[in-house]
């Protein structure tokens, strides 16, 4: 299993960016896709996670901003983020808690960069 994330970039204060998270391998279902960052000097932090069946999860800091999605048929997740701040600067991963035939377990992508900068 593997998860490919992309999207990042460089983008102005007040800009949008859309990360996406692409899936693959023998998945039997996804349970939880989210979306983590991690900027320099800090720890990983939640951004956003959306489960099945259940309603999507913001940190207080993008609540409003950003919107979390997902396509089940696909097995992939997006982030939609608007009204971006400097502060959102960070390397993004991707997350997913997958079954396969094998196992349950999470998975992470390899993070995206992204600059919010002027």
């Known amino acids: 299993v593997q998860l490919q994330a992309s999207g990042g970039g460089l983008v102005q204060p007040g800009g949008s960016l859309r990360l996406s998270c692409a899936a693959s391998?023998?998945?039997?279902?996804?349970?939880?896709m989210g979306w983590y960052r991690q900027a320099p000097g800090k720890q990983r932090e939640l951004v956003a996670t959306i489960a099945i069946g259940d309603r999507p999860n913001y940190s207080d800091s993008v609540k409003g901003r950003f919107t979390i999605s997902r396509d089940n048929a696909k097995n992939t997740g997006s982030l939609e983020m608007n009204s971006l701040k400097s502060e959102d600067t960070a390397v993004y991963y991707c997350?997913?808690?997958?079954?396969?035939?094998?196992?349950?377990?999470?998975?992470w992508g390899q993070g995206t960069q992204v600059t919010v900068s002027s």
């Open positions: 997350y997913a808690r997958i079954h396969t035939w094998a196992s349950i377990r999470g998975y």
């Open positions: 391998g023998s998945i039997v279902s996804i349970d939880t």
